[in-house]
């Protein structure tokens, strides 16, 4: 299995929600943050969420008061994405920082598509 799987993308219409999640194994489970980032066609990566295994959370500008990033007990990474907007479209990707490990973890990417 790959060290993140990623779930929960698709096609919504604008104002709709998604939930994706990002489920760390082996090695990815000792994560201090996790991050996720995302890239539309033609636009540089940006960092979207994220969060630390403290619980302390950070957001973009351009997505306060509409995701929501959070973790359970089984350390799965989750972001709760409401309001969409069609400039919201872009591939997400989930990405682990690991204590002592200079190793860069991402999952494959899931596809969100927010349509007018």
């Known amino acids: 299995q790959a060290p993140l799987v990623e779930s929960g993308g698709g096609l919504v219409q604008a104002g709709g929600s998604l939930r994706l999640s990002c489920a760390a194994s082996g090695r990815t489970l000792s994560w201090s943050a996790m991050n996720w980032f995302r890239q539309a066609p033609g636009k540089q990566r940006q960092l979207v969420a994220a969060i630390n295994s403290e619980g302390n959370t950070y957001y973009a500008d351009s997505v306060k008061g509409r995701f929501t990033i959070s973790k359970d007990s089984a350390k799965t990474v989750y972001l709760q994405m409401n309001s969409l907007e069609p400039e919201d479209t872009a591939v997400y990707y989930c990405?682990?920082?690991?204590?002592?490990?200079?190793?860069?973890?991402w999952g494959q990417g899931t596809q969100v598509t927010v349509s007018s």
């Open positions: 990405n682990a920082e690991i204590p002592n490990d200079r190793s860069r973890y």
